[in-house]
């Protein structure tokens, strides 16, 4: 491990460095050509551009100090204000934008943490989360000193209630539900999570980072939602991320809670600094205002109207994945409520689909326990359905026809991974990952 490159001693002119961008973009995943699924939530390239616009017009703004810009500070409050009244808050729910899920859950994680401390004085914390929940959780209690009490979940893959009840100790700062959890789309049952936890009078997060901005729209649009925000009794906060199925830029989340009270809790104070007194929301200090900017605008011009044809249109998109899924064979995993799932198959092995389906350049998430491939479907993957399911219906045959396909390709790195009885030589094995990542 080397770091080769170095600063050059004369610059290159830009217009060659952006050529060099743009080439060096070749062999990247072909988000553009609907062959990627997550990572990227392209609504078209009209409101992408609306979107660069918005973003650029506050390009060099900073969100960090909003007395120098009182129009960053006034589009992040009305984003919160929104958020808050699509996910039954109304005007009592308090909450911020942040960069993205993960600071949305470290911050929750935080708040909860010190709420739980000055209250009731808790000092070795604990939080109850699913297999499922996102890992961020685990990252957050890792940062912020909370133990982690990790609990399974049932057949269709929803959090399992009694070994949240039996997890609960007088240690229990918060227990964390997915609306919906990101491996299969699948909603933990949060009405019986909440009560529980109102019962035991300890947090109640509702992880809607991938709903937030989009179950509101499904159950107007009719669709099957249960109640997972500010209406059911018990929570006390809710993450919801734009840069997903908000469709805003990049970087940006929301964070909200059941009142200001509980808010107070997330903010950090610093009095006896040289440079001036410092207040901050959250974990960031310099904020870039484009991506506050670019969610206030992709709100203000979509609007609820705007947002129930996208997502009447995307669900139609997502019905037809699901069917012509399950007519090759496959099944779905758990009972997905949105525009997320994933699907699994007894007859083949997942990972050598997956492999095949990657051959012809489709990029996909593998995911384990059950064996199963991850789909995110945004309006990028409409025009690709019909060849993605002729793909995947070579993919099932081939996978079929040679079972000897599992010892090769990835196929056979997880099928190793899954053997390994030593947890340490997986972590060993990302630890790599993670320095090869850095090799120039
Ligand atoms: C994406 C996601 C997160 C983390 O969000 P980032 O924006 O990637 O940091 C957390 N929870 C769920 C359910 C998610 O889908």
Partial sequence: MENKVTLPKKGTARETVLSALSENRAGDSKWHEGRTFSLVYHESDE????????????FHENGLNPGAFPSIRKY????????AHLLGGGERAAGSMTSGGSESVMMAVKTHRDWAFETKGISEPEMIFAVTAHPAFDKAAHYFGVKPVKVPVDSHQRM???????AITKNTILIVGSAPQYPHGVMDPIIDLASLAKSYGVGMHVDAC?????????????????????SVDGVTSISADLHKYGFTAKGASCLLFCDKELRRFQFFISKDWPGGLFASPSVTGTRPAGSIAAAWATLNALGEEGYLSLYSKLMKTVDAYRTGIE?????IVGNPVGTLFAYTSKDVNMHVIADLMSAK????DRQMNPDSIHLTITPANEPVLNEYLADLKAAFETAKAHPELAGEGMAAMYGMVAKIPDPAMVHQFLYQYMD?????
């Fill in 160 to 166: 399992d209630l009694d070994s949240v009840k039996r």
């Fill in 210 to 230: 991938v709903g937030g901005f989009m179950l509101p729209f499904l159950r107007k649009l009719g669709r099957d939602i249960p109640p997972f925000d500010f």
């Fill in 327 to 331: 007519k090759i064979g496959f099944s």
């Fill in 436 to 440: 090869q990542r850095y090799e120039t």
């Fill in 361 to 364: 350049s489709w990029f996909l």
């Fill in 76 to 83: 992040e409050a009305e984003v919160v204000s929104i958020a």
């Fill in 47 to 58: 409101h992408t551009e609306f979107l660069k616009k918005a973003y650029t017009t506050y």
